[in-house]
């Protein structure tokens, strides 16, 4: 943007008059008294107040007015920074703020920059918006188109499983079901996790006894461990707890979700122990599996990692992970 105005070279030419100016003045004036004015009438007194009255003069002006500059500076830097101070305490975008086009200095050309970064941001954000929606509407519209062959492949299967077939067949009609439910799981993780992102997903914090809960979930999933024959060491004080403002039903879903991947993941370590620790307000999670580097036939893409850290973050808490080829540890705790 081409600049029409220097405000700094406006202070300085103005500063610059005031002082070499009136000097200038002042000796073509004594030049003009000394041809008109006989040498002893001068009074000599007279003409030093004067000199210092007007060297007083071109001071106090050069305060004046570096004064008037400072403040009219001043006073436009902060309206700009109180437009940027609103935006950042309100977590939304700032207002356009007034340019004067004819004067176009240096200020001006900082609040038309601002403007120009605003309509950028604005215009970014509404892309993000409609592609979000777009990207929304096609995973609900693909999880319910796929559901439909999948549920034929079901059928198929089930019939297959009553004709007579070699035991390799009855294997990989057995490993196609399996994998016809893994997907189903997926398809729900990741609906689950858009549902999550785009907000429609119910959020009620609330103060919750966090080791009341950690026991149900651990009571509700201790038959499908056995099931699996992994050893289930388990420390749940019961007489001591300790309290979250965390959303119950959100807090249980990330807890089925990580003891959902020691089941897929981590069984054949045949161990798991968890852990609620008050002093510390932690909860531990470790397995003994092959870890979270190892290639699994049911990693998946993570979507249910996702969604429980998401989960997590909305209820400012955080889970760190580590793993290598003896296991995987979790820790919940505050973030």
């Known amino acids: 943007m081409k600049q029409t105005r220097s405000l700094f070279r406006h202070f300085l030419k103005g500063h610059f008059l005031f002082i070499f100016f009136p000097p200038i003045v002042l000796i073509f004036f004594s030049a003009s008294i000394k041809f008109s004015i006989n040498e002893d009438d001068l009074n000599r007194l007279n003409l030093f107040y004067f000199i210092l009255l007007l060297f007083g003069f071109i001071m106090v002006a050069f305060v004046v007015m570096s004064w008037l500059f400072f403040f009219r500076l001043r006073k436009r830097l902060i309206c700009l920074q109180e437009v940027m101070s609103f935006s950042a305490q309100n977590n939304s975008l700032p207002k356009p703020i007034s340019v004067q086009m004819d004067r176009m200095d240096e200020i001006d050309q900082l609040g038309s ?18 592609e979000e929606l777009l990207r929304h509407r096609l995973i609900a519209n693909l999880s319910h188109d796929l559901r439909t062959p999948l549920t034929i ?8 499983n009553k004709e007579s077939m070699s035991l390799e067949g009855q294997n990989s009609l057995t490993e196609m079901n399996h994998t016809i439910t893994r997907v189903g799981d997926l398809m729900d993780d990741l609906f689950s996790y858009t549902l999550l992102t785009s ?16 026991r149900a979930s651990v009571a509700a999933w201790y038959p499908a461990f056995e099931e699996k024959e992994i050893q289930l060491d388990v420390e749940l004080p019961t007489e001591e707890t300790f309290y979250w403002e965390a959303d119950p039903k959100w807090m249980t879903r990330v807890l089925d979700n990580l003891f959902q991947n020691i089941l897929r993941h981590a069984a054949e370590g045949k161990y798991a122990n ?12 470790v397995d003994r599996g092959p870890g979270m580097d190892q290639s699994s036939y049911e990693g998946g893409a993570g979507i249910g990692l996702s969604t429980s850290n998401y989960m997590l973050n909305k209820m400012k808490l955080k889970a760190d992970f580590t793993s290598n080829e003896h296991g995987t540890s979790i820790v919940i705790g505050r973030a």
Do not use: C
């Open 274 to 285: 968890i852990v609620v620790d008050v002093e510390k307000e932690k909860i531990i999670i």
């Open 199 to 214: 907000g429609k997903h119910p959020f009620a914090p609330d103060s919750t006894d966090i080791g009341r809960l950690v």
């Open 153 to 160: 492949l079901r059928g198929h299967i089930t019939r297959l």
């Open 113 to 130: 920059s601002f403007n120009w970064m605003i309509q950028q941001l604005e215009d970014s954000r509404k892309r993000e918006y409609e």
